[in-house]
């Protein structure tokens, strides 16, 4: 692939860029674009700040549009410091901050957030709904989705949380209202012929784990023709899934259901083409610049990517009830992934209302090429690129 001398990237991606509307001098901005770190909400939190300023041997930076963020110079790995070893700071940039924080998360609400991984996002809800509520983390990859249960139990964060290995474009589990404390051991025990969920024990034998696989299939063969079942690989205490059998917690809602029992909040961070993630661009001077014709610059690619993108917020949204929020991200800055899905799904669903965001009067960004909606870049929020749309759920 030939390359350009101008900013060190190859042609044919400043194609792609020009035919996008993406302005090339963005990834000039890569060498200084922060890192970002989220501290766990809590008291000592100004300790904590000092420690690391003390290991960094430098003053962190407040970010003063989005709470408990701070940013740190690009060369900076916080993975050796002891704040992260111990589990009160996470990395995450501060535009998929603002990605969470529009969607206004409060306590009590019951949210889904369908594409998951890496976790830092479902951290930072989980942290936003306290003591009430509940956060089903879906993921259509099972190792991805372990690295999200590797965290939140890092973090401490997985009472209230589930994760299903599915995929996001056919889930239909409503959040689950009944909450439990129990503390008898072993995943599932029977009662009678009916397994009976206890609580989470990842130390399943040989004989707990055939007797899953052979429930899920059974569950399986009465769903959708040709659709796997969603894989359940955590669920915490106080989740609403100790104390139910297989049958309820696999239960399929209704729409009518949906309109009333299902989510409060819903976030569809969608996958794509990353091409708004400077650091994951910066990836192809080690994985060769061949390579991101297939994964980025592939036109059947984007196309399908298009179709997936729609498809997963359009069923993010027929799981919300009505008077929820919605919404839906990327880490794209093409039209195509962006403002050509959400016009494409407001045309078909007249039930969805584009929303301003109210949290982002304060916020470095610029407006899409919809009203309403926003995005973040290097040159002007100093973050990764990202682009934000929220929408409501009326009545029909």
Known sequence: ?????????????????????????????????????????????????QQLEAEFNLKLEKVS????????????????????KEGK????DAASGAAVSALHVSEGDHVLDLCSAPGAKLCMMLDLIGNLGSVTGVDVARHRLAACRTMIQKYALGDRCRLFVADGTTFSLIPLMKHSDSKSGGEFASEGKVDIFKEWNSKRTWKERKNDKKA??????????????PELIFYGRCSGVIGLSRNELYKIASDSELLKFGYDKVLVDAECTHDGSIRHIQKFDHWGWETLERRVLDAERTDSLTVLQL??????????????????????????QNEDV???????????????????????????????????DPVTSQTSGLFIAKFKKLAS
């Open 216 to 229: 899920r299939e059974g569950i399986d063969s009465r769903l959708v023709p040709g659709l796997q079942d």
């Open 89 to 92: 700071i996470y990395g995450i």
């Open 311 to 336: 498809r997963l917020l359009s069923n993010g949204f027929r799981l919300l009830k009505v008077g929820g929020s919605l919404v839906y991200s990327t880490c794209s800055l093409t039209v195509a």
């Open 342 to 376: 959400v016009e494409k799904f407001l045309r078909k669903n007249a039930s969805a209302e584009l929303q301003e965001i109210d949290a982002a009067t304060n916020w470095p960004y610029k407006s899409g090429g919809i009203p309403k909606t926003l995005r973040f």
């Open 65 to 84: 549009w989005l709470p408990n963020f701070y940013s740190l110079p690009p060369q900076i790995h916080i993975a050796n410091s002891m704040a992260y």
């Open 1 to 49: 692939m030939e390359e350009s001398s101008e900013i060190g990237l190859p042609e044919a991606f400043l194609v792609f860029l020009k035919e996008n509307g993406v302005d090339p001098s963005i990834y000039t901005a890569a060498d200084s674009t922060p890192r970002f770190i989220r501290l766990k909400p809590g008291n000592g939190n100004e300790a904590q700040i």
